[in-house]
């Protein structure tokens, strides 16, 4: 994706395997031409699925529970 989410988005990663991990990234380059990326790896819950607003991953470069962090 190479625009801006508008802001109140979610991330969510469906059609996983129940207990499955998945990494997502980004990566921006902000107004001054800095590169900003991060990361966050996550379980699927028992539905298949990674809601990065209310879950924590469980490695990477984002830790808290908020689904716009990355």
């Known amino acids: 994706m190479s625009e801006p989410l508008p802001c109140g988005r979610r991330i969510r990663v469906t059609g996983l395997h129940p207990g499955e991990d998945v990494t997502v990234a980004s990566q921006a380059v902000d107004h001054k031409g800095l590169r900003w990326s991060a990361r966050a790896v996550a379980t699927a819950d028992t539905a298949g ?22």
């Open 49 to 70: 699925e990674v809601d990065l607003a209310p879950q924590r991953s469980t490695a990477g470069t984002r830790r808290q529970a908020d689904g716009m962090s990355l």
